[in-house]
């Protein structure tokens, strides 16, 4: 197997763990993988989540915005203080 063939076989490995699909080849990285759905109790869709993730942020921003749209900004916002 060459080097290319096992990392490919890795990656499929890793995004059949995650339970992720693969993303397309024309789609420019990285790609949001995992339970993007996680935060659907509050509102957030995993197509938000993955266009949120795929938005360039800096973390401090990402959360940020999903306390925005989750509801909860201020006590995010008390929280940080």
């Known amino acids: 197997m060459s080097v290319t063939s096992r990392k490919r076989h890795e ?15 024309d789609t420019p990285g990285p790609w949001p993988a995992g339970a993007v759905g996680i935060l659907a109790d509050l509102g ?10 795929r938005a360039g942020l800096v973390p401090d921003d990402q959360l940020r915005s999903l306390a925005e749209r989750g509801g909860f900004a201020a006590e995010f916002a008390q929280a940080r203080q």
């Not at 499929?12 to 339970?19: F, N, Q, S």
């Not at 957030?44 to 993730?53: R, V």
Request: glycine letters at 0%; a negative charge.
């Open 11 to 25: 990656v499929t490995e890793v995004l059949a763990t995650l339970r992720a699909d693969r993303p397309d080849r």
């Open 44 to 53: 957030i869709t995993p197509a938000d989540m993955a266009t949120l993730l």
